[in-house]
C-alpha cells in the first residue's frame, strides 16, 4: 500500500519568506502526486499536480514541487509568502484499486504566515 | 455556481441517532467520494461511487451507508451514531476514476455526536 508524510505539521514564516513544504512518499508502482490546499473553514482545492514529464510543476499562485524519485519526495515550495497562503496543506498519492482512484493524504501541514 | 454541495454543513445530534448528509455535484462528473477528517486533520477515504456503482468501500463500519439515486448524488447515512463518528465529512467527485483525476470537495459537514 502506499503512503504519504509529511513531516512537518506546523511551518510559521513570515510574509514574503521562502518557505518548503516536505513530502515523502512510498510507492511500487507509478506514481501520481498532488498537492491540495484546505483554507480555513473550506474544503480543499487541487494545487498542483506530478503525473508524468516535467519533474518541476507550478501553480498559478506561485507554488511549485518537484518530483524526486531517487529521494521519493515531492516537496512544495513557494519563493515569498503572503498572508493570504495561510492553510493547510495535503500531500496524496493516488493509488488505482479496484478500478478506481484512491487518494491516500499525508497528515497535513499547517502554514501559518506572520505579518 | 457551486460545484460540489454538501447540506448540512453543521450537525449535532446524540449518541445513537440515525442521521444523513447530502451531496450533490453540478460539475457532471461520474465518480463521487466520501471523506472523513478527523479532529487532528487527517483525511481518510470511505467510499466511492462511479456512474452510480460502488467501487471503493474501505473498512467503515456497516453503520455507515453510502447511496447514489443518479450520478450527480451521493448520500451518507450513518445508524447508531457514536461519539467517535464526530468529524469533518467531505464529499468529493471527479470524472472518470483515473490515477491522475482531480477531485473537486464540497466544504464539508462538521458532525458533533453528544
Known amino acids: 500500500a502506499q503512503s504519504v508524510t509529511q513531516l512537518d505539521s506546523q511551518v510559521p514564516v513570515f510574509e514574503e519568506a521562502p518557505v518548503e513544504l516536505r513530502c515523502n512518499y512510498s510507492s511500487s508502482v507509478s506514481v501520481y502526486l498532488f498537492w491540495y490546499v484546505q483554507y480555513p473553514n473550506q474544503g480543499l482545492q487541487l494545487l498542483l499536480k506530478y503525473l508524468s514529464g516535467s519533474t518541476l510543476v507550478e501553480s498559478i499562485n506561485g507554488f511549485e514541487a518537484e518530483f524526486n524519485k531517487s529521494q521519493t519526495s515531492f516537496h512544495l515550495r513557494k519563493p515569498s509568502v503572503h498572508i493570504s497562503d495561510t492553510a493547510e496543506y495535503f500531500c496524496a498519492v493516488s493509488e488505482r484499486i479496484q478500478g478506481a482512484q484512491k487518494l491516500v493524504f499525508g497528515q497535513g501541514t499547517r502554514l501559518t504566515i506572520n505579518p | 455556481d457551486t460545484a460540489v454541495s454538501q447540506t448540512p454543513k453543521y450537525l449535532v445530534t446524540q449518541m445513537g441517532n440515525d442521521k444523513s448528509i447530502k451531496c450533490e455535484q453540478n460539475?457532471?462528473?461520474?465518480?463521487m467520494y466520501w471523506y472523513k477528517q478527523d479532529s487532528k486533520k487527517f483525511l481518510k477515504i470511505m467510499f466511492s461511487?462511479?456512474?452510480?456503482?460502488?467501487?471503493i468501500n474501505e473498512t467503515v463500519p456497516n453503520r455507515f451507508s453510502p447511496k447514489s439515486p443518479d450520478k450527480a448524488h451521493l448520500n451518507l447515512h450513518i445508524n447508531s451514531l457514536e461519539l467517535g463518528d464526530s468529524a469533518v465529512y467531505f464529499c468529493?467527485?471527479?470524472?472518470?476514476?483515473?490515477?491522475?483525476?482531480?477531485?473537486?470537495f464540497g466544504p464539508g459537514t462538521r458532525l458533533t455526536v453528544l
Open positions: 461511487y462511479n456512474n452510480k456503482e460502488l467501487i
Open positions: 468529493a467527485s471527479s470524472q472518470g476514476s483515473g490515477p491522475g483525476g482531480e477531485q473537486f
Open positions: 460539475l457532471g462528473h461520474d465518480t
